[in-house]
């Protein structure tokens, strides 16, 4: 079970997870008006885990491809929605 980071509508949490560091996702929000504010936790998932675990990871080009996923209090993913692509920034088919 996810433990909660930051309480949204109706109760849920939200989180987002890109595969960029730490220092990255920081100069993200420092440089980009859009993000100043977002009270988004990013977290940094350098080594690639989750993104294979959950099917995300592409192939050949070991990227994750953007992905939602909704997960349920009891941890069991109820609704996926990915991209069968990388986008234009994130790597090159």
């Known amino acids: 079970m996810l433990d909660p980071v930051l309480?949204?509508?109706h109760g849920k949490h939200m989180?987002?997870?890109a595969g960029c560091r730490a220092v990255v996702h920081l100069a993200?929000?420092?440089n980009h008006e859009g993000l100043r504010d977002l009270s988004l936790p990013m977290l940094a998932e350098i080594k690639r885990e989750l993104s294979m675990a959950?099917?995300?990871l592409h192939?050949?080009?070991g990227v994750a491809l953007r992905?939602?996923?909704i997960v349920d209090p009891q941890g069991i993913i109820r609704f996926v929605s990915a991209n069968v692509t990388c986008s234009?920034?994130?790597c090159r088919l």
């Open 88 to 90: 234009p920034f994130s």
């Open 15 to 17: 989180r987002g997870v």
């Open 7 to 9: 309480p949204a509508a």
């Open 59 to 61: 192939p050949e080009k």
């Open 28 to 30: 993200w929000r420092q």
């Open 67 to 69: 992905a939602t996923f």
């Open 54 to 56: 959950l099917g995300v």
